[in-house]
């Protein structure tokens, strides 16, 4: 992995939001909107997670592998990529990326285990394939910055790395996977944004250490307005059910699997 994140892929790969909430026309043509779009990939990401758990991986290989399926729907669309078969690959792909190795075959078995939807379920093989498709979909590139590392040495800095503050502050960054914040923004700009709103929450007076920093706060304030628009929205804590029962919804408009 790259040492620093100005001179990496990732940072070269940044997008503006208005690139990302993009429908592919493949995909736009089988009735998908903006808001299916989000809440396929919203569901995805929670797909992954719970895949993580079956097979024990650390957060860190969840958070890259949520990152390479929203990088190959930047440029990939869902009637080619089966977001079904992309989410296990992407977490195959990610345990390799963060030398967690998962075996394929141990990830196919859970799912025929634990799955109870056959349009979820895949091949070994099919697996592999989906693999070499989604290195080309992203140009191999597998550097992904997460904003975790940023948050334990700032979180020291302002002297709020308690167990409450660090809790509460590691739980907003892993739903900020739910949204497509990581290709748009820096990773510790996210960080700084779930400090922002953690202090609020918890009534900390951070101001005059945010000075300090010498950071855009238009930015991290408009950072923290979205994960809070996106709590809103879907209500804390999240409702997975109904968000999977909307996605899948959605997803029988691609027909991709009988």
């Given amino acids: 992995m790259a040492a ?3 001179t990496s892929s990732h940072f070269k790969q940044l997008l503006d939001q208005e690139e990302v909430d993009v429908v592919n026309p493949l995909d736009k043509g089988k009735g998908i909107t903006l808001e299916d779009f989000k809440l396929i990939k919203m569901h995805m990401a929670n797909y992954i997670g719970k895949l993580a758990t079956y097979v024990k991986v650390r957060q860190r290989v969840v958070a890259t592998a949520v990152t390479y399926m929203r990088r190959v729907y930047t440029r990939k669309s869902m009637v080619e990529y089966d977001p079904r078969l992309v989410a296990p690959t992407c977490l195959y792909l990610a345990s390799k990326a963060e030398e967690s190795t998962v075996q394929a075959r141990l990830l196919v078995f859970y799912i025929k285990k634990q799955i109870p939807d056959d349009k979820y379920k895949y091949e070994i093989k099919d697996i592999l394939e989906m693999e070499m498709k989604i290195l080309e979909a992203i140009n191999y590139y597998l550097v ?3 904003p975790y590392r940023s948050l334990s040495q700032l979180l020291q800095d302002a002297g709020l790395n308690d167990i409450t503050m660090t809790q509460l502050t590691w739980g907003i960054v892993n739903d900020t996977y739910k949204m497509d914040l990581i290709l748009v923004h820096p990773p510790h700009l996210i960080a700084l944004a779930c400090i922002y709103i953690a202090s609020v929450l918890r009534d900390k007076d951070t101001t005059s250490w945010f000075e300090e920093l010498r950071v855009d706060m238009n930015v991290v304030k408009n950072i923290s307005m979205e994960i809070l628009d996106f ?5 804390k804590p999240i409702n ?3 968000i999977s029962a909307a996605a899948n919804a959605a997803l029988s408009k691609l027909a991709l699997k009988p």
């Fill in 4 to 6: 620093n994140f100005w």
């Fill in 144 to 146: 992904v910055f997460h």
């Fill in 231 to 235: 709590y809103e929205n879907h209500h």
């Fill in 240 to 242: 997975e059910d109904r």
